[in-house]
């Protein structure tokens, strides 16, 4: 038996989706295709548009305003959430959420300063897997093993508060009846199948400026 339309595998399926779906216009193209298509081409996952039958595009888009509503009500304004919508958001909400984890990371650097910009590029890194650590290396002309180790510390306090913040979600999100499990040998959809190698967007700006 497959999952039903609009349910998902975990929590981190349903943000994702989420996102993806408020980030595209109902109108005039259909957004279910057009999340299929984003979720094909950023994750590279084989998919099946029928999968995501079922729901209209007015359905789904509600769907993700339901998601995110329980997101937020769920972690409030807490670094967990920052962290989410930092990773899987679109935007100025995801760009400040980026900059609220940077500042949380380093609330000793300046604005404006090159160790501010530096900690803004390597929480989108850390998130969204780019820009890489060479280049950082050689955008500040750092040796990259500084910058690994800095980009490892801070992954380690980024992925504590980003994994309880997942379970928190996941206890609700299960009572709300978004995350399901499949029943044993059932067949999983492409959702299930989303890889999280690759973030579903190649470029976040830290800064709203």
Not at 101 to 106: M, P
Request: charged share 30%; with cysteine.
């Amino acid at each position: 038996m497959r999952r039903e339309a609009g349910t998902f595998s975990c929590p981190e399926h349903a943000i994702a989706v989420a996102y993806l779906m408020l980030a595209y216009p109902i109108e005039p193209k259909n957004p279910t295709q057009l999340v299929c298509e984003a979720l094909r081409d950023r994750f590279d996952a084989t998919y099946d548009r029928k999968v995501l039958s079922g729901l209209s595009p007015h359905d789904w888009h509600a769907q993700a305003v339901f998601t995110v509503k329980v997101l937020e009500r769920t972690l409030g304004d807490g670094m967990g959430f920052h962290i989410l919508q930092a990773q899987y958001g679109t935007g100025e909400e995801g760009a400040v959420s980026a900059r609220q984890v940077s500042e949380w990371l380093n609330p000793d650097a300046a604005d404006d300063s090159r160790e501010r910009e530096l900690v803004d590029l390597l929480v989108t890194n850390i998130l969204r897997g780019r820009p890489r650590i060479r280049e950082l290396s050689d955008k500040f002309d750092v040796p990259k093993s500084n910058i690994g180790r800095l980009s490892s510390a801070y992954r380690v306090l980024v992925e504590g508060a980003r994994r309880a913040a997942l379970n928190r979600l996941d206890v609700r999100m299960r009572d709300a009846d978004i995350v399901v499990d499949l029943e044993a040998g059932a067949t999983p959809t492409a959702l299930d199948n989303v890889g999280q190698d690759e973030q579903n967007s190649p470029r976040l700006v830290a800064s709203t400026r």
